[in-house]
């Protein structure tokens, strides 16, 4: 199957600041790029659903000026989560869709820690 | 919000013993998909089911489908102590809007050597 990576893979940052989750598709094209929240033993919630060169489109709940997500390119996405909180700290997975799969890929995960 | 549900939420075996997992689900689907995560990872796709198939084997995998009961269920036979991870089920939205999965609760699955 195709590779989908996720850099970096573990970030600790001071509440406040920026943090900058990249998720990459290694050998397609990501037409769709997902980015999913997963808080420990419980499933993945879809935040939002990011279509190439177009505006991401965000699940009911999920602040769209807290976490911007950008899709610049059919290889890359970004999340980054804005004037980081601890309440915000969390495993974030993204997952790539795109020729000539129909099946969605997955991330290996970011562990973010907000202190 | 999730729609599938899962059962049992944790499952602790034996190597060797089958494992049984289940997962209902409320609207109509075209697919059902089943995936695992090891701990702290990401998603690993195990095996799709169509809405017009009963069963699905893959190696020691064996899925079932019943959309009149909207369940599924993933049988992993003769475990192995490297089957320890988080199991999970997922269809697409009722619309099936470009791609997006909703996913069960989970099971998380303890395969003791």
């Known amino acids: 199957g195709a590779v989908v990576s996720q850099h970096p893979s573990r970030v600790i940052c001071k509440s406040g600041t920026s943090v900058k989750i990249e998720c990459r598709s290694l050998?397609?094209?990501?037409?769709?790029m997902f980015w999913y929240r997963q808080f420990p033993k419980k499933s993945l919630m879809l935040m939002a659903t990011?279509?190439?060169?177009?505006?991401?489109?965000?699940e009911q709940g999920v602040e769209k000026d807290k976490f911007l997500i950008n899709h610049a390119s059919l290889t890359l996405s970004t999340l980054t989560v804005t004037s980081a909180h601890p309440e915000d700290s969390s495993f974030y997975i993204c997952?790539?869709?795109?020729?000539?799969?129909?099946?969605?890929?997955f991330g290996p995960g970011t562990r973010l820690t907000v202190l | 919000s999730q729609q599938g549900e899962e059962d049992p939420q944790a499952l602790s075996i034996q190597e060797g013993e089958n494992a049984t997992m289940n997962c209902s689900y409320k609207?109509?689907?075209?697919?059902l998909q089943w995936y695992r995560q090891n701990s702290g990872r990401g998603l690993v796709h195990l095996i799709l089911?169509?809405?017009?198939?009963r069963e699905k084997h893959s190696g020691r995998l064996r899925v079932t489908l019943d959309t009149s009961k909207k369940s599924s269920s993933l049988l992993i036979t003769a475990s192995r102590a490297a089957d320890t991870a988080s199991y999970f089920c997922?269809?697409?939205?009722?619309?099936?809007?470009?791609?997006?999965?909703?996913f069960g609760q989970g099971t998380e699955l303890s395969v003791k050597p």
């Open positions: 050998d397609f094209q990501a037409t769709t």
């Open positions: 997952s790539a869709l795109g020729q000539p799969y129909n099946e969605q890929f």
């Open positions: 990011s279509n190439e060169g177009s505006k991401a489109t965000y």
């Open positions: 997922a269809s697409p939205t009722m619309r099936n809007q470009g791609g997006k999965l909703i």
């Open positions: 089911i169509r809405s017009n198939e």
């Open positions: 609207t109509s689907i075209n697919n």
